[in-house]
């Protein structure tokens, strides 16, 4: 599998996705996937506010589906449920913005549709893949990797339900979460800081089956767990979320 990223120009609010990617992305191959960072969607989408005008706390819980309220917070991060993912501070971000935050992207999933389209279009292309990516933290770990938001043109997950181990035991669980596995490759190699690298292109990734066709709302929801049927469920049922 190879990563190759891509540099851009600075992004300013307002500005046409599609006018970047022409900018900036001259050729792509069929069986690849685009891989765009959610930060450059929030800006073109003028998902912008200035610090000025609302404190941190009060923005996330503005923006937050359900927070965790505690007593002692010396960081300012919360533990938010923000588009039934688990993430930090509803996706108020502070960094790589001019005196401003940087909200979560609306309409995420159907903009990756959007762009899925418009590149594979555009580009002659039967087979392809697009993911909009986010940084992510794992519980008991430091550092980020990456999560995926939106997704289209493949396959989800990899599914070794039913296939042999080593020693011809069935698997009953096991499946590759192929969305995230990929968006955290692409963030690794697109960085945090300054690179100015917020597009990449995947090349010979593993496992992946590409579709013609958006994802069904069923393959949508293929990836997600409710919370009552997650291994975590009693850690995140255990604990009292205010819904703002």
């Known amino acids: 599998m190879h990563v190759k990223t891509i540099k851009t120009h600075l992004i300013q609010p307002g500005e046409l996705l599609e ?15 685009l891989v765009i960072t959610s930060k450059i969607i929030s800006i073109c989408q003028r998902r912008v506010v200035p610090k000025t ?15 965790i309220q505690t007593r002692e917070n010396p960081y300012g991060i919360y533990l938010t449920l923000k588009n039934n993912i688990l993430i930090p501070s509803a996706g108020v971000d502070e960094s790589n913005g001019d ?5 979560y992207p609306k309409d995420v999933q159907n903009t990756a549709i959007a762009l899925w389209n ?15 990516t986010d940084s992510h933290t794992t519980p008991l770990r430091r550092g980020v990797t990456g999560i995926a938001l939106g997704w289209c043109g493949f396959e989800p997950l990899y599914s070794y ?23 955290t490759s692409a963030v690794l190699v697109m960085g945090e800081g300054n690179e100015q690298t917020p597009l990449a292109v995947i090349s010979d990734a593993p496992k992946i089956s590409f ?9 949508e929801q293929s990836i997600l767990i409710p919370m009552e049927e997650d291994l975590y469920a009693p850690l995140l049922m255990g604990t009292k979320w205010l819904k703002p």
């Open 161 to 183: 339900i039913g296939k042999s181990d080593l020693y011809d035991k069935s698997l009953r669980m096991t499946q590759i979460n192929l969305l995230d596995a990929l968006a």
């Open 53 to 67: 005008s609302i404190s941190k706390e009060a923005l996330i819980k503005q923006e937050a589906d359900a927070i």
């Open 118 to 132: 418009y590149v594979r279009k555009k580009h002659s292309l039967e087979n392809l893949g697009v993911i909009i």
């Open 211 to 219: 579709l013609s066709r958006p994802p069904t709302p069923a393959e």
């Open 19 to 33: 006018n970047i990617l022409d900018c900036h992305l001259f050729s792509i191959s069929e069986k690849t996937i």
């Open 99 to 103: 005196e401003v935050y940087i909200l």
